[in-house]
């Protein structure tokens, strides 16, 4: 199993273009979430899929859009990239059961200038 | 909103040292709670997963703990050793829905 894998890992957008993060994991999971990791910030919820076909929003969704696109893929998107998005994002998945313990990839460094 | 506290923010211990890490949080009306381990530049690697009914959970030299009722957790290493260095976060989970983190202890074991 490769786990929860990410990409690119690394990426330099200029302000007003538009991106899209690729998540996927092959351990047959459930759910599926993106955080984002900001010096002095911890980490941050943006959005989540409870299952396949379900998106909700975390604590910070504004100028994100997600897609569930099937059980093992959920990607991120950047409309239109601000300098306030450059960051350290992260894509994480839970099994099915009552654990919900959460397992991480890689991480995607996002500079926006 | 859950708050999660993590004390203290950097630790520098010689190795050998035994080391307690503290999280503390707000609401406990909690799922579970997640200790990771995050090494510079990488992903996050979980390492105790702590259900609410449980009070502590082991793995080799790590333990953790879980006072639900007083908000706390904590993360004990023994004998540290440099590969330890790392940051470890605390994490709180409502379910399936969120995780909310503290930003972490940066810990140092010196050789």
């Known amino acids: 199993n490769a786990g929860v894998t990410q990409t690119p890992k690394f990426q330099v957008l200029k302000t007003g273009q538009s991106m899209t993060l690729q998540c996927a994991q092959d351990?047959?999971?459930?759910?599926m979430y993106w955080y984002r990791q900001d010096p002095g910030m911890g980490l941050r919820l943006i959005y989540y899929s409870a299952s396949e076909g379900t998106t909700d929003k975390g604590e910070v969704p504004n100028g994100y859009n997600v897609s569930r696109l099937n059980k093992r893929e959920f990607s991120l998107r950047l409309e239109s990239a601000a300098p306030s998005q450059t960051s350290v994002y992260f894509c994480?998945?839970?099994?099915?059961?009552?654990?919900?313990?959460?397992?991480f990839g890689p991480g995607t460094r996002l500079t926006v200038t | 909103k859950q708050e999660v506290t993590q004390i203290p923010a950097a630790l520098s211990v010689p190795e050998g040292e035994n080391l307690v890490l503290n999280c503390s949080f707000t609401?406990?009306?909690?799922?579970?709670l997640q200790w990771f381990r995050q090494d510079p530049g990488k992903g996050l690697t979980s390492l105790l997963l702590?259900?609410?009914?449980?009070r502590e959970q082991t793995s080799g030299r790590l333990n953790a703990s879980l006072d639900k009722s007083s908000g706390r957790s904590t993360l004990y290493i023994a004998a540290s050793q440099p590969g330890d260095s790392a940051t470890y976060l605390c994490a709180v989970g409502a379910g399936y829905s969120t995780l909310t983190f503290g930003k972490g202890t940066m810990l140092l074991v010196s050789p």
């Open positions: 609401d406990s009306a909690i799922y579970n």
């Open positions: 994480a998945s839970t099994p099915p059961g009552s654990s919900y313990e959460q397992y």
């Open positions: 702590i259900q609410s009914s449980q």
């Open positions: 351990m047959n999971h459930n759910s």
